[in-house]
């Protein structure tokens, strides 16, 4: 009995040993194929002719300490990092990450391709992409939707819509910091920049993101930036206990006329009885008037 339990003892570490090699293989494939293309620039154009350059891949792994962007494979399996801490601001310093690092870090390669953007989190997916060239499939995709997004109207949001946003995604994220091309995104999705009215309404939002800093809703952290301050809390609460308030007072008005209404069809019933009782009775008298014996 001890020998089999032995047996099957080893028999589990082997499998788990060959799972991590078989994911490490191809997590260093995926890599492979993906820094071989270029990389993506510092600044990745959002609109305009530079969209239809796009035609690039930014590579990475992540834990939850550490951001990896790579930039190359070395021959022992170590990779040549920048390293980038999640807390604000950023510390950037040259890393590595070792083959056996991999099991436990998320995989993330972002492909860049004309107006398409897709994200990978797993290695396996992206070779069975690369290998069928998904990419034009998915940049088909979008342009048709594209389309059907540029046929609506970017509607202007008033400063309490984007003040909401803001503050469901700090409640959500305590250290979350917003741009204007951020506010965009959360308020039209992905799509905008590419919309015909993409820009004016980006620049209504930055005066609108402005306008709010100097009320005092936001703090502005390096003048592109922007966080949620305690008044823009105070701003929401104050702005949805006037919504109750006239939300109660409408319902009032509302009740008020509902009670009219039925008091004036109370009314006009009771009137139009009084009618029909004295239209009825008058051909009555008439009647007896000629009966005889009527004086």
Known sequence: MRACDGCGMTSGVGQGIAKSRMRIWVTRAALGVALARPQSPSRIPLSGDG?????YVHVSV?????????KYLTSRGARTAIV???????????????NAAFTAMTFRVIDYYRETEIRYDSPGEYLLHQWVGYRRFARAKDRILQFWFNRRRLVRRDRIAVLRAIAEVTIKRESAQFSRVGIMAELYGMRWPLHPEGESVERYCELMLESLAAD??????DGYQYRLAPGGLRTLADYELEERRHGQMRSRQTLTILLTVVLAAIAGLQAYQTWQSARLSLPLAEVNAKAPGAQ
């Open 51 to 55: 969209v239809l350059e796009r035609d």
């Open 62 to 70: 992540f834990d939850e300490e550490y951001w990896y962007d790579l």
């Open 84 to 98: 980038r801490r999640y807390e604000q601001p950023p510390d950037w310093a040259e890393g590595s990450v070792l």
């Open 216 to 221: 005092g809703d936001l703090v502005s952290t």
